[in-house]
């Protein structure tokens, strides 16, 4: 997911690449950026550079969490002093689990009482990062897809979050990318809803042989009677 959207992205936007390895973190960025250069060419904006987890999110105005669920939490805690109001944080996190064949949608642990919470991920993520504002996304669109950049995308990306300012950011960052619509939600308390459906269009992937299907919102406008 986190490569997808950074070639997609740099069309218009400088990306950083995160990593714990500034090497690791030089040598994914340049990959990607010499991929987005050879497709784009000069119709490039973007650039896509590595830098240190921390140093990332210091300098980004939205940053975006593509880490696996079960770590997520509580490696962001670690950079708590980074965390300011204007800092909007994109939460493309899902919270699953695999039994045989079949996904499904499984909460986080909660920490003090050790029992499963009914919180969504980018809840749990938010109450981390506050004073910065989360808005969960993406979790519709298919990661093969974003990174093939010749893909016809033509999906709705659903959105949920509390801030207004960071709902609008977010919905333009998605709008960026073409052929994607951002559709709300409501609050931060509905992405739970949104985590969900990644489990689901994965099972309507193995149980009806269909590739990365994913998911758009299509309005039905009865007929007016005959008069």
């Known amino acids: 997911m986190g490569r997808g959207l950074s070639v997609r992205l740099s069309l218009r936007h400088e990306v950083l690449i995160g990593s714990r390895s500034m090497e690791r973190a030089s040598t994914t960025a340049n990959n990607l950026n010499n991929y987005s250069k050879g497709f784009y060419g000069g119709?490039?904006?973007?650039?896509?550079?590595?830098?240190?987890?921390?140093?990332?999110?210091?300098?980004?105005?939205?940053?975006?969490?593509?880490?696996?669920?079960?770590?997520?939490?509580?490696?962001?805690?670690?950079?708590?002093?980074?965390?300011?109001?204007?800092?909007?944080?994109?939460?493309?996190?899902?919270?699953?689990?695999?039994?045989?064949?079949?996904?499904?949608?499984?909460?986080?642990e909660d920490e003090q009482s050790k029992e499963m919470s009914t919180r969504s991920a980018a809840e749990v993520i938010q109450e981390v990062v506050n004073p910065s504002h989360v808005v969960t996304a993406f979790q519709t669109v298919p990661a093969s897809y974003l990174f093939n950049i010749d893909s016809l995308l033509n999906i709705d990306v659903l959105l949920?979050?509390?801030?207004?300012?960071?709902?609008?950011?977010?919905?333009?960052?998605?709008?960026?990318?073409?052929?994607?619509?951002?559709?709300?939600v409501g609050p931060l308390k509905n992405a739970k809803f949104i985590e969900s459906?990644?489990?689901?269009?994965?099972?309507?992937s193995i149980l009806n042989d269909l590739r990365d299907p994913t998911i758009r919102i299509v309005p039905w406008k009865p007929s007016p009677e005959p008069s």
């Not at 949920?160 to 709300?184: H, Q, Y």
Request: hydrophobic fraction near 40%; charged fraction near 25%; glycine fraction near 4%.
């Open 43 to 108: 119709d490039m904006k973007g650039v896509i550079r590595g830098t240190l987890n921390e140093e990332a999110i210091r300098e980004a105005e939205l940053v975006i969490i593509s880490l696996p669920a079960n770590i997520s939490s509580e490696y962001l805690k670690s950079f708590k002093p980074l965390y300011t109001p204007e800092k909007v944080f994109v939460s493309t996190v899902v919270p699953m689990m695999r039994e045989k064949r079949l996904y499904y949608w499984t909460p986080l």
């Open 160 to 184: 949920a979050g509390d801030d207004e300012s960071s709902l609008i950011k977010v919905g333009n960052i998605v709008r960026d990318i073409p052929n994607l619509r951002p559709l709300r």
């Open 197 to 204: 459906i990644t489990p689901l269009l994965l099972n309507v």
